[in-house]
């Protein structure tokens, strides 16, 4: 009977890793347009869009990532230690900029996504090949302290229709917690700092201040209105 359970979770392991490995084969499956729910820009609008997420005294010396209908593409070389991106990870966008590590250790976890999405598989798939990345050693932690920033207002969900809805996004800072609960921190929603969600790659949020916050919606306004241009959303009267 043992040996028939090792074959059979044997089989369920190599099974896994086949559909990764074929979700993230590239051109062979990739399809012809990007699927409804993550929505190409152009370059430009991209890179401002990915900029918004970064102070600005960091902005002019970050890398930044853009999509492509075959994946990620850097499409800026950095002269400082972050990485800004929109990510589009199971049709949540939304603009951030990584630290060296979380760029080693999380980003390529919604590069390696996105880019399986694009080559056919599905959000569920998706999930399970992310979840079967970290239990497997390929993913990985943030292995110290560190910090990426959020402080753009701008995010988006979109379904697998293309669908889009605007959802709330208060500027904050994101400080790796992996594993971590509120209980933990002594978070709760809402409050000076919670966990957004448990795991590895969970992260402390602290939201910025009032004042602050004011300011990033003043600054973005002419940003906000050409990209909800370019995907087509229209806030509701």
């Known amino acids: 009977m043992r040996n028939v359970m090792n074959r059979h979770n044997l089989g369920s392991r190599v099974g896994s890793i086949v559909v990764f490995v074929t979700a993230l084969a590239g051109p062979a499956r990739a399809q012809k347009t990007p699927p409804a729910d993550h929505p190409l820009f152009p370059q430009p609008l991209e890179i401002e869009l990915a900029l ?64 399986a999405r694009l080559g056919g598989a599905t959000n569920a798939e998706v999930d399970r090949m992310v979840a079967d990345g970290y239990r497997s050693g390929r993913y990985h932690p943030p292995a110290r302290a560190g910090i990426s920033y959020m402080l753009s207002p701008l995010r988006y969900r979109f379904d697998e229709q293309g669908h889009v809805t605007r959802t709330n996004s208060s500027p904050h800072l994101m400080f790796y917690g992996p594993n971590l609960t509120d209980a933990d921190i002594g978070g709760q929603r809402g409050a000076f700092a919670f966990i957004n969600r448990v795991g590895p790659d969970g992260m402390i949020i602290v939201p910025v201040g009032s004042v602050e916050r004011e300011t990033i919606l003043s600054e973005t306004r002419s940003l906000v209105e050409r990209v909800e241009r370019q995907i087509g959303y229209k806030p509701p009267q």
């Not at 593409?73 to 979380?102: H, M």
């Open 52 to 115: 918004s997420a970064a102070p600005k005294y960091l902005r002019d010396g970050a890398a930044v990532m853009v999509l492509a209908p075959t994946g990620y593409v850097k499409a800026r070389e950095a002269s400082n230690a972050f990485t800004c991106i929109v990510n589009r990870r199971g049709g949540d966008l939304f603009p951030v900029c990584w630290d060296a590590e979380g760029a080693r250790s999380v980003l390529p976890v919604d590069v390696d996504a996105v880019k």
